[in-house]
Antibody, heavy 119, light 107 residues
């Protein structure tokens, strides 16, 4: 059974940092592109970042470039999102999502972890 | 960036109705479009990919069509489990973007 379990969310002050983790199981993690997608409270979905299976290629939405870093550890079947210089507008549920073998769509999602940026 | 616009934002319908949701892209995305269903407090679920291909285990009452800039998601006969929010998403280029969502509610 495919599972994606996020952790690391919580309350942080503006300007602070947080590192999200996603533990993957039930599939061959090291041959899948992986992404983070977020959803602000009561709002729609926003793609945040994507990483190639070997970690050699990463892409980000403009609003997080230079502040967020996506990474992975294939030996641990884990995906990460390091979030620095957090802003109030980064408040959202962050989902870890698996991309299909050939395309940048999302065929399996975790349950999400809530990040709240507030003073 | 490619903008995705869904209509309507909210749709009221009854069990058994046929409903259609439209998604328009600000430029051609060929057929690189997906549809997702999301229920409150849950993660989205992939329904349709490549504009018209049905994801495994998704009921056949769901169908997608379109290419270029205009796409539709149709539910042929609404079931109680279908009342949810639906999102379109393009994957033609980066950044990947989603429509703002269509909330399907019970009339």
């Amino acid at each position: 059974e495919v599972q994606l379990v996020e952790s690391g969310g919580g309350l942080v002050q503006p300007g602070g940092s947080l590192r999200l983790s996603c533990a993957a199981s039930g599939f061959t993690f090291n041959n899948k592109w992986m992404s983070w997608v977020r959803q602000a409270p009561g709002k729609g979905l926003e793609w945040v970042a994507i990483i190639k299976p070997d970690g050699s290629d990463k892409k980000y939405v403009d609003s997080v470039k230079g502040r967020f870093t996506i990474s992975r550890d294939n030996a641990k079947n884990s995906l990460y999102l390091q979030m620095n210089s957090l802003r109030v507008e980064d408040t959202a549920v962050y989902y870890c999502a698996r991309n299909t073998a050939t395309d940048a769509l999302f065929d399996f999602w975790g349950q999400g972890t809530l990040v709240t940026v507030s003073s | 960036d490619i903008q995705m616009t869904q209509s309507p934002s909210t749709l009221s319908a009854s069990v058994g109705d046929r409903v259609t949701i439209t998604c328009r892209a600000s430029q051609s995305i060929r057929n690189w479009l997906a549809w997702y269903q999301q229920k409150p407090g849950k993660a989205p679920k992939l329904l349709i990919y490549k504009a018209s291909s049905l994801e495994s285990a998704v009921p056949s009452r769901f169908s997608g069509s379109g290419s270029g800039t205009e796409f539709t998601l149709t539910i042929s006969s609404l079931q109680p489990d279908d009342f949810a929010t639906y999102y379109c998403q393009h994957y033609d280029s980066y950044p990947i973007t989603f429509g703002q969502g269509t909330r399907l509610e019970i009339k």
